[in-house]
């Protein structure tokens, strides 16, 4: 299923569009060839079959609300494009609409709303904003999930010790001291990443809530999900991808939807340059200097980057051994992680050893855990540093 997007010619010989047969197949998708509004029609019909329980309903007191949390990449700006065009059509078959969006930017530690000139990130928001102006648009700071959550201040992080994270010390932080601090702490810059992606998803899950929203609809296209699924496996996270990479019901008080996940990259990148005018004037293109530390989720994605190209079959197969995954049912789910909230699983908590003793009788070895390791699951605690 090798996926080869290019211009619509092979041998010398014109390809025409395989959907409507009348026009020139300029787009080359799976081998197969399409013009640029059949293109626009798979790429959107990809998004929709996933929304298709969101229809309008004739029997709806109250109109639904979705969170569309907006990194401002062109996953996301293609997400909204599309659900924009979806509402519209809606609107103009009925006269109205079957939920309402609200769109969320969570400007993380290095993405300041401050940047000045036209291609800071406040700037790209700002033109996102005016472009659909149906919506609701918001705009947080990572710092601001303190509002919503604290961080245990019985944290000690052991390469730096308690005395770092001191609580009477963080009474008198300000939200944005209270995270440099936290961040400070990290023993890594992939624990760094990490521990941000962590708190944001938590925050936008909150804000979520807050706001009355029925659901997230998140814009990871299937390249993103692989790579979340291999990186997320490597920090000790994979007891949480069935919650955080599948539709429906997740673990943090709020159902997630992932209408881009039939998707690569690389076909949404396309699709961002047929579109007129290009998605690339909306989006956020982020200067990332030389001298940025790598971490285990910029390697994934420079690998999947290069596997999307030469064997797409494999990310597409990724995505779908991740969706076989089941949750346990809430039923069984007696605690759940201070930091990311996910479930505690049966790794977690204290932990102690049987030992035979020379009568054959057993006896419990005295190897139990630190007691805040037990607030926290091994992702988590594998970041923090603690063991």
């Avoid at 009348?22 to 990809?46: E, L, P, T």
């Avoid at 709806?60 to 907006?70: D, E, S």
């Avoid at 920090?235 to 990479?245: I, N």
């Amino acid at each position: 299923m090798a996926t080869d997007i290019q211009s619509g010619e092979s041998n010398g010989h014109i390809q025409l569009c395989e959907r409507c047969r009348s026009q020139h197949g300029a787009v080359s998708v799976r081998n197969q060839h399409y013009c640029n509004d059949c293109f626009k029609y798979y790429v959107a019909s990809k998004v929709l079959k996933r929304m298709d329980m969101f229809k309008v309903r004739s029997q709806a007191l109250n109109k639904r609300k979705f969170l569309l949390p907006l990194s401002l990449g062109p996953s996301s700006v293609t997400l909204l494009h599309v659900l924009d065009g979806h509402l519209n059509r809606q609107k103009d078959r009925s006269g109205r609409t079957g939920y309402d969006l609200h769109v969320l930017l969570v400007f993380a530690p290095g993405r300041e709303a401050s940047e000045p000139g036209d291609d800071s990130l406040l700037s790209a928001f700002r033109r996102v904003q005016a472009h659909y102006p149906s919506y609701q648009f918001s705009h947080v700071k990572l710092s601001d999930f303190f509002s919503f959550h604290s961080v245990d201040e019985e944290l000690s992080i052991p390469h730096v010790g308690r005395a770092a994270w001191d609580d009477e010390q963080v009474q008198h932080m300000s939200n944005e001291q209270k995270l440099n601090a936290f961040l400070s702490l990290l023993p890594s810059a992939t624990s760094r990443q990490d521990i941000v992606t962590v708190l944001q998803t938590r925050l936008i899950a909150s804000i979520a809530q807050d706001v009355g929203c029925e659901c997230i609809v998140w814009g990871d296209s299937a390249t993103r999900l692989a790579e979340k699924t291999l990186a997320d496996t490597a920090k000790g996270r994979g007891f949480s991808l069935p919650w955080a990479t599948s539709d429906g019901h997740s673990a943090l008080g709020v159902q997630c939807y992932f209408p881009m996940s039939d998707l690569l990259r690389k076909e949404i990148l396309t699709y961002g340059k047929v579109i007129d005018p290009p998605l690339s004037t909306l989006a956020y293109d982020p200067k990332i200097p030389p001298s940025a530390a790598a971490t285990l989720d910029s390697l994934m994605g420079k690998y999947f980057e290069t596997v999307e190209l030469t064997h797409p079959s494999i990310v597409a197969s990724v995505v779908r051994t991740v969706n076989r995954l089941e949750a346990p049912p809430s039923d069984d789910i007696t605690s759940s992680c201070q930091l990311c909230g996910y479930p505690l699983t049966e790794w977690d908590g204290p932990q102690v050893a049987t030992v035979r003793e020379g009568d054959g009788t057993d006896a419990i070895a005295g190897l139990e855990r630190p007691r805040i390791a037990s607030k926290y699951c091994y992702g988590c605690c594998t970041s923090l540093g603690i063991s």
